[in-house]
């Protein structure tokens, strides 16, 4: 996780990462995509992974929304319910505009 955590709803943010491996830039959806699988991959490690990157994990609280009511645990918490292992993608939606929708 981050060193100082100044978060108002207490999201557990770590190091931006970006798969080292099948990736360009890494910021198309492909290269995204592919981080995302390298860091859900029981087989990978640290190694598999560069530091800072296009993908930003979060870490979902123990006990899910039970505990934290946040977007985070929700999308574990539905993937744990699914019988899938418990990783998910968030992400906000934007109006025409450029603000959230």
Not at 16 to 25: F, L
Not at 36 to 63: C, E, K, M, V, Y
Request: proline letters at 5%; charged letters at 20%.
């Amino acid at each position: 996780m981050v060193q100082d955590n100044t978060s108002p709803y207490n999201t557990a943010f770590t190091v931006s990462i970006e798969a080292r491996t099948g990736v360009t830039t890494g910021i198309s959806a492909h290269d995204r995509a592919r981080t995302i699988l390298t860091a859900i991959d029981d087989n990978a490690g640290p190694d598999d992974l560069s530091r800072p990157g296009h993908i930003f994990p979060l870490i979902a609280r123990d006990g899910g929304v039970l505990v934290r009511v946040g977007h985070t645990e929700a999308s574990s918490d539905i993937a744990r319910l699914a019988g899938l292992k418990p990783s998910g993608v968030i992400c906000e939606v934007m109006k025409e505009d450029g603000t959230m929708a």
